[in-house]
């Protein structure tokens, strides 16, 4: 299929950048692919990716990016490790539904506001209480629909004690995100970025907060933390992604 000039924001096909090709021939020649997760020239490229992304984004100090395997983990990490029992989500489609699903199938009471396929919500209804993460899908994929910035950034004011946490995993880098009115964001860089893999980033804040004993997943919050930012480097998992993400911004 030629899906040359095609860029969207729905599921695809979508167009690469136009320079991924060389980037990734020019990592190849330098065996980039091959480096050891373990060598300082690896934390290096980590570090550079990390501050790429924060730089590009304007992530404030305080903000955490961890590079993960996919979005699917990071629904099920954020409802494991941030959520006790009950958690909000705005559902206008196949995505912000399955976020929803993901929370019931870890056995959490997650509550939704729903509205048919193809719509999209611009003013919170009524404030439901004892929520303590509410879900956003900035660009719901399966339609296209994307939430307005200044609903986005609404619900902080109103909700004092939950944790925003919004998917924009098919409109990153487009969206201008106050991080002061979030708490967490994921995203890919296979859609609005037009890169080939996809390395998540997630900058969650308040995390510490967040500990509950009967979640062990918590471990694994942490860890992110420590591979990611303190250059604990000991799982090869996400390097390629880091690896990718480097080569394409550099
Ligand atoms: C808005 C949104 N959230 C989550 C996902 C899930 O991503 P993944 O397939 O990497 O788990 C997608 C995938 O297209 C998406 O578009």
């Known amino acids: 299929m030629n899906t040359k000039g095609i860029v ?15 980037h ?20 290096r490229i980590s570090q550079r990716a990390t501050e790429g992304v924060k730089e590009l984004l304007g992530v404030p100090v305080g903000f955490h990016v961890f590079f993960t ?13 941030l959520v006790i029992n009950k958690s909000l989500h705005y559902v206008n489609g196949a995505f912000s539904k399955r976020y929803f699903e993901i929370a ?31 879900a956003l899908t900035h660009n719901e994929t399966s339609t296209g629909v994307s939430l307005p ?12 004690d939950a944790l925003i946490v919004v998917d924009s995993v098919s409109s990153i880098p487009y969206p201008q995100y106050d991080f002061s009115k979030i708490d967490s964001l994921f995203f890919s860089v ?4 037009g890169l080939l893999f996809p390395p998540y ?22 860890k992110y ?16 992604n880091i690896k990718q993400l480097f080569y394409t911004r550099h």
């Open 8 to 22: 969207n924001f729905t599921p695809g096909p979508s167009q690469i950048y136009f320079t991924v090709e060389d």
């Open 24 to 43: 990734m021939r020019a990592a190849f020649k330098e065996g980039i692919p091959s480096l050891s997760h373990r060598t300082s020239e690896f934390e």
């Open 69 to 81: 395997s996919s979005a699917t983990e990071i629904w099920e990490r954020s409802i494991q490790n």
């Open 104 to 134: 019931a199938q870890l056995g959490k009471s997650p509550v939704k506001f729903e509205v048919p396929q193809g719509k999209g919500f611009s003013v919170i209804e009524s404030i439901e209480q004892d929520v303590e993460l509410i």
């Open 149 to 160: 910035m200044n609903f986005v950034h609404s619900f902080k004011e109103k909700y004092k």
């Open 190 to 193: 296979q859609k609005g970025f």
């Open 201 to 222: 980033c997630n900058t969650p804040k308040k995390i510490r907060h967040r500990k509950h004993p009967t979640c062990w997943e918590f471990i694994y919050w942490v």
């Open 225 to 240: 933390v420590k591979i990611f930012c303190e250059g604990e480097f000991k799982s090869s998992e996400r390097k390629q």
